[in-house]
């Protein structure tokens, strides 16, 4: 073999190394870039899922602070139907207030997920509409409010809102690659 041909085989070699190690070297940080994306990504989505969920369980005390509120009147309302029935509205309309927030709250859960969360969101938000629809019929409608029934509603709404606590707490704890899953 002639030295030239040697000297130009080797430097083809050599361009040909350098151009793979190029190559090799942009995938490998295109992929290191896009990785690091989506982990940032991951913890935008974390942050915005734990202030969502928050803001829910937030929404949750401002009803339970007003549902609280409806049981005097509903005791003034049940000794009196006709005098205590203003105060007892009021206070549903107070209710109401609050249930349209959670509305509002619900749809924010269900933006950032995942599905797991939302349905226990809605499942909750539902559920504590049905019992300020029992409520609101009996005093509306002026007949007596289902005592037993309304506790027994307070006790589940209230069940589905710790299902929520527990499904929420799952999601916050999950690390991000891991939450696809759930």
Known sequence: MDAGVAAVLGATVGVVGTLGTAVFTYAAARRQARDAGVVEHGHWLRERRHERYIAF????????????????????YRRDP??????LLAVLRALED?????VALEER?????????A???EH???????LFDVIHHAATERQPIPETEVEAMLG???EVAGEF???????IETPPGVQKRL
């Open 119 to 121: 349905h226990a969101a």
């Open 82 to 87: 006709a005098a205590g029935r203003a105060d």
């Open 98 to 102: 609050r249930y349209d927030d959670l």
């Open 57 to 76: 369980l937030d929404g949750l005390g401002a009803w339970d602070t007003v549902l609280d509120q409806v049981w005097e009147p509903l005791g003034n």
């Open 165 to 171: 606590r527990k499904v929420s707490r799952k999601v």
């Open 156 to 158: 589940h709404a209230r």
């Open 109 to 117: 859960v269900a933006l950032v997920g995942p599905s797991g969360a």
């Open 124 to 130: 909750t938000r539902r559920t504590y509409r049905v």
